[in-house]
């Protein structure tokens, strides 16, 4: 169950990228997209656990670490917190450099170059060494395959990473129907081409 799926693991305010080796009996093995950085994650630490699965979408867990090793990090005691089904939750990690304009509560508005690292029919997760504030409005076209996508994403979270970058959580507005319908499928489409590469490796 949730082989190769992305996984973010929580520990505290910190939160660190990967995907899942394995899920049986209660017990996940989690390889982080960087390496065990030292320090980030402990034997004994209890985290919260966000697997991305394309069968049941976003599963939330909670669970104690109960092993480092050179690669992976083994969490026992997982707990279902929640399930969100697919559509919401389809959610799809990248490397996707964008521009924009971004406008703050005040009315003040200056162009921004970021990167967005996830990407979702209902959201976005950004990084971008500019900075951005909760209930900045960021509008941009983001490419998919079909068409150019022009989207307005609205921030309402901020997250430092164990790396030391600043992801900002934002939910898009004012979308309609057939715009989420295409992110929906570059979602799913983008999901498959990652899935085959990992298993290719």
Do not use: N, W
């Not at 507005?173 to 295409?182: C, I, N, Q, Y």
């Amino acid at each position: 169950m949730h082989d190769l799926a992305p996984c973010t693991v929580f520990v505290d305010d910190r939160a660190v990228l990967g995907h899942v080796a394995t899920c049986a009996d209660g017990v996940l093995s989690f390889v982080p997209d960087h390496g065990i950085l030292g320090g980030a994650v402990q034997a004994g630490d209890d985290v919260a656990l966000q697997v991305l699965d394309d069968v049941r979408g976003e599963v939330r867990y909670t669970g104690r670490v109960t092993h480092v090793g050179a690669t992976t990090v083994q969490v026992e005691y997982l707990e279902l917190v929640s399930t969100v089904q697919k559509r919401r939750s389809a959610r799809v990690r990248l490397t996707q450099i964008c521009t924009g304009v971004v406008r703050s509560p005040d009315g003040a508005t200056r162009r921004l170059t970021f990167v967005v690292v996830d990407l979702a029919a209902h959201g976005v997760r950004v990084s971008t060494t500019a900075g951005l504030a909760v209930r900045d409005r960021v509008r941009f076209t983001f490419p998919t395959p079909e068409r150019g996508l022009a989207l307005e994403a609205e921030v309402v979270r901020v997250q430092e990473t164990t790396t030391g970058t600043t992801h900002y959580g934002c939910r898009f507005v004012g979308l309609d129907e057939k715009d989420e319908d295409a992110l929906f499928r570059y979602v799913l489409r983008t999901q498959g081409e990652q899935r085959r590469a990992r298993v290719r490796d």
